[in-house]
C-alpha cells in the first residue's frame, strides 16, 4: 500500500496554498499563536467537501497530499452555499488525514492538521476580518503569525469570496 507521509508546511481550507519559500516561511514566522482562537467541536457542523490529493501532478500534494475535509457552522452554511459574504461568528474547520491506497480505495489514516478560519471582522481587520488558527494532531498550535502567512493565500485566491475556498457541495 502506498503511504502519503508528508506533512503540511502551510495551512488551508478547501485548496489554495502558498507556493514556494513563502509557505516555508509562513509557518517557522516569529511571534505567537492567536490566544482566543481555539478549536470548536466541529463534528455536528455540516460537511462541506471532501478533496484528495493523491499525486505529485497537483500543485499542492508536496504540502497537502491527503484527504481534506471542510466543515462549516450554522453561520457559515449560508454563504458556503453563495460564495460569501460571511457573517461574525461564522466559522469553516478544515481536517487533513494522511492516506493510503487500501487495494484501489484511499482511506483516511492519521490526522495530519486541522486549522479553523473564525469571522470576526472587527477584531481581525488585518486578516481580512478572519481569525485563523491550525493545530498539528497534538494539538499543539500551527499559526504563529496572527495568520498573515494563511490570509496572503486567502486574500489572493479567494478575494471574490469572502476569502473563503470552499463551496458546500451539494
Known amino acids: ?15 489554495a496554498v502558498l507556493a514556494g519559500p ?7 514566522g516569529q511571534g505567537k499563536a492567536n490566544p482566543d482562537v481555539t478549536l470548536p467541536d ?8 471532501s478533496m484528495v490529493i493523491f499525486g505529485e501532478s497537483h500543485p499542492l500534494y508536496n504540502a497537502f497530499g491527503g484527504m481534506h475535509h471542510v466543515y462549516a457552522n450554522k453561520k457559515a ?12 461568528g461564522s466559522a469553516l474547520v478544515f481536517v487533513l488525514y494522511d492516506i493510503e491506497d487500501a ?6 489514516t492519521q490526522k495530519k492538521v486541522t486549522a479553523l478560519m473564525l469571522k470576526d471582522s472587527k477584531g481581525y481587520k488585518e486578516t481580512g476580518g478572519w481569525a485563523f488558527q491550525a493545530w ?3 494539538g499543539e498550535p500551527l ?3 496572527g495568520g498573515a502567512s494563511c490570509f496572503a493565500c486567502h486574500k489572493n485566491g479567494a478575494s471574490a469570496t469572502d476569502h473563503v475556498f470552499s463551496r458546500l457541495v451539494p
Not at 1 to 15: E, K
Not at 77 to 88: F, I, M, N, Q, R
Not at 103 to 108: H, I, P, R, S, V
Open 1 to 15: 500500500m502506498a503511504r502519503h507521509g508528508r506533512t503540511p508546511a502551510v495551512l488551508v481550507l478547501g485548496g
Open 22 to 28: 513563502l509557505a516555508l516561511a509562513a509557518l517557522a
Open 42 to 49: 466541529y463534528r455536528e457542523w455540516t460537511h462541506v467537501k
Open 77 to 88: 452554511l449560508a454563504a458556503t452555499k453563495s460564495g460569501g459574504p460571511y457573517v461574525d
Open 103 to 108: 487495494g484501489g480505495a484511499y482511506q483516511a
Open 136 to 138: 498539528n494532531p497534538s
Open 143 to 145: 499559526v504563529t503569525d
